[in-house]
């Protein structure tokens, strides 16, 4: 239990689909992450969010858009995915100040049809 | 960015302490040493970070060299369950928040 829940933990969709994923936070941390890990690659860090306001958006394509109404609440919706897109999608929360180590969710590995 | 060089593998035994060595030759003096694992089908782990002193807590040890180039992650008494990769990351110095992963070190605890 890391304090950090992500749902679903799995999902399969079509490239025409609309979905989301959905993470939340008990840890009353004030910075939210999301991350891609495709097969056999490093982590990518998509966008960061910070007091509920994005700070940080890493080139991530218009297909994937964040929502953060509260520190609590991160979702990540998805919308005309493509095959390369197929990855596990991870969510993390730390408290905003300097050294603080951020917590992960388990995921939600994404399958595009 | 400080980058991280770390071995590709290691295989250890089970009962006997773990090292983990990492390369962090270009850190920054206000870089922190960070250590994550990733368990298969997880998400990353946070076990220990650390500026300049040796840290220790409930799951392993970081010594970190003085001149802080370098770091060793020691878990005491690996078991099965410590089989995971292991990412040795030096935190961005242009953002407090950002985690930069490389590939890691793929630790197999054997019995």
């Known amino acids: 239990e890391t304090g950090v829940t992500q749902t679903p933990r799995h999902l399969v969709m079509g490239m025409t689909n609309k979905k989301s994923l959905k993470c939340e936070q008990h840890?009353?941390?004030?910075?939210m992450y999301w991350y891609k890990q495709s097969a056999k690659k490093p982590l990518e860090l998509m966008f960061v969010y910070n007091f509920k306001e994005q700070t940080e958006n890493n080139s991530v394509p218009s297909r994937f858009s964040p929502e953060c109404p509260n520190s609590s609440h991160l979702f990540l919706h998805l919308h005309t995915l493509q095959p390369e897109d197929s990855a596990l999608y991870l969510c993390?929360?730390?408290?905003?100040?300097?050294?603080?180590?951020?917590?992960f969710g388990d995921g939600t590995r994404l399958s595009i049809l | 960015d400080a980058k991280t060089t770390q071995p590709t593998s290691m295989d250890c035994a089970e009962g006997r302490a773990a090292n983990l060595p990492c390369n962090h030759s270009?850190?920054?003096?206000?870089?922190?040493v960070y250590w994550y694992r990733q368990i298969h089908s997880q998400g990353p782990q946070y076990i220990i970070h650390?500026?300049?002193n040796n840290e220790t807590n409930e799951m392993a040890s970081l010594i970190i060299t003085e001149d802080r180039k370098s770091s060793t992650l020691i878990l005491p008494h690996a078991t099965l369950r410590d089989t995971a990769v292991y990412y040795c990351i030096v935190r961005v110095e242009s953002n407090d928040y950002k985690l930069s992963f490389g590939a890691g070190t793929t630790v197999t605890v054997r019995a």
């Open positions: 993390a929360s730390s408290q905003e100040s300097q050294g603080q180590p951020q917590h």
């Open positions: 840890l009353g941390h004030n910075a």
């Open positions: 270009t850190i920054s003096g206000n870089e922190y």
């Open positions: 650390g500026l300049k």
